[in-house]
DNA sequence: CGACTTGTTGATGTACATCAAGGTACGTGG
DNA sequence: CCACGTACCTTGATGTACATCAACAAGTCG
């Protein structure tokens, strides 16, 4: 874990309390729910390996994709702060995540103050990131929505190192894109097909290959730049 | 402060470490900008009296507001921890806030764990309501976007005490309305209309009725219903 | 091998946006 | 007090970006 790019670093007094709070690692198959839409849960868990997403499902079949989830974020802290989740996360690929129990969150905030900071920081980051999917899905074209979401993987797929320079593979179906952009998949392919034709960018069968990312980014405009500021470790 | 209701009850402890964290207050006039975007701020504030919204103006005159901000709210923390503000605040109403120094925030989870559980709490509290808006901008039709809206201020305006049985006055055009669920401001006065005309409410230049409450939950749906847990002190 | 998932494409439909015009309240200066 | 501007709401005509429907192609999987 030390070792992953994506968490900063920690001190020992900091480890150790981790190790304590720590509960043991589950393996998750992709596919599967991890947490459930109007469930509690006993356990919070960090993700150490693989892809999820956060998704609401309507009762009538619709569905919202909230955000996806990559190795370093935090989930379930809905559940533990409001006695309910109001999403389902489920996993994309199989996955490997660190479980903590849920009763010691609040022992974690007056044991190590850096980590109840860190906990704030990443709540903060993701509240930060889906007021940018707001503002496309509310504002933006479909074709800018898209190079955004574009843009979005590759640079998660580069720092989980899934990327090499320009291509990625992805573990995201053409619906999925388009169930987080509030769009049809029909449409979603549609606008994919005219970029892959304006030689912006080429998906096939999720592997993505970025052939002008200076074109991409003048379309996904500013909002896209990313905030990767290194984060916590939790 | 003691008085308002929708701040917790606090201990004598963490009352004189707010006093003590606490620089001052600042009144705002209605129209305001009280953080703007792009910019770092060297405060943090709470609101104490009045509304406010966050909202991220494109550079081509596009406008989506990312939520409302009602007293009890905390702004500025974006700023904090990621050196800069993606979106401006706005007052909608004179303000009155309570202003705390920047610099000081990490002492506070250092001083007082309950409150940095506390403002964990508010960031993902604030997390869950964009996920919301995000379900209802992405998936749901202009009906249910704005029954949303409706039953949203009527709860807030409750709990802030503008409110009357049924009848309350908001700040509130029927653009920002549009801006917050990605519509235009014409479609959302017709369907305003239809809903008026339908007996469901009456909205007259800033001050709202409503008609048949339950006719609009159905409308808006099992995401509108109030998560409203008691709301901590910072 | 069929069943299923994912992607692709064209035909058709519609929920919304845009444009245009006017109406009502309210403020402000003369 | 009136003339004027401005902010907000209202309504109809027209346009379009998207959704929906339908059909098929190409993998992939048990």
Redesign the interface.
């Known amino acids: 874990m030390r070792s992953n790019a994506s968490f900063r670093a920690f001190s020992d007094a900091e480890l150790s309390f981790v190790q304590g709070f720590k509960t043991g690692e589950v393996d998750v198959k992709g596919g599967a729910t991890v947490l459930s839409d109007g469930h509690d849960s006993a356990h919070l868990f960090t993700i150490l390996d693989g892809w999820a997403v ?1 998704v ?1 499902h ?1 009762d009538d079949g ?3 994709i ?1 955000n996806f989830a990559f190795p370093g974020d935090f989930l379930g ?2 559940a533990s ?2 006695d309910r989740m ?2 389902s996360v489920e996993a994309l690929t199989d996955m490997r995540l660190c479980m903590f129990e849920r009763p010691r969150l ?1 022992e974690l ?2 044991s190590s ?2 980590l ?2 860190d ?3 990443l ?6 990131i ?6 496309n ?4 074209t479909a074709r800018e929505r898209i190079a955004y979401v574009i843009l979005l993987l590759f640079e998660r797929a580069r720092v989980t190192g899934l990327a090499a320079e320009k291509a990625f593979e992805i573990p995201i179906t053409q619906e999925d894109v388009a ?4 769009l049809s998949v029909v449409h979603t392919n549609k606008v994919l097909r005219q970029m892959h034709h304006d030689g912006l960018l080429t998906w096939t069968r999720s592997k993505i290959i970025i052939k002008n990312q200076d074109a991409l980014s003048d379309i996904a ?1 500013p909002i896209a730049e990313s ?1 990767d ?1 290194l984060r916590p470790f939790i």
């Open positions: 956060r609401k309507l619709r569905r919202q909230i802290l809905q702060l409001f109001e999403h609040w905030f007056q103050p850096s109840g900071f906990l704030t920081w709540a903060s980051r993701e509240e930060l889906l007021s940018h999917h707001l503002v899905v509310g504002r933006r169930d987080l952009m509030g405009g905030r500021v």
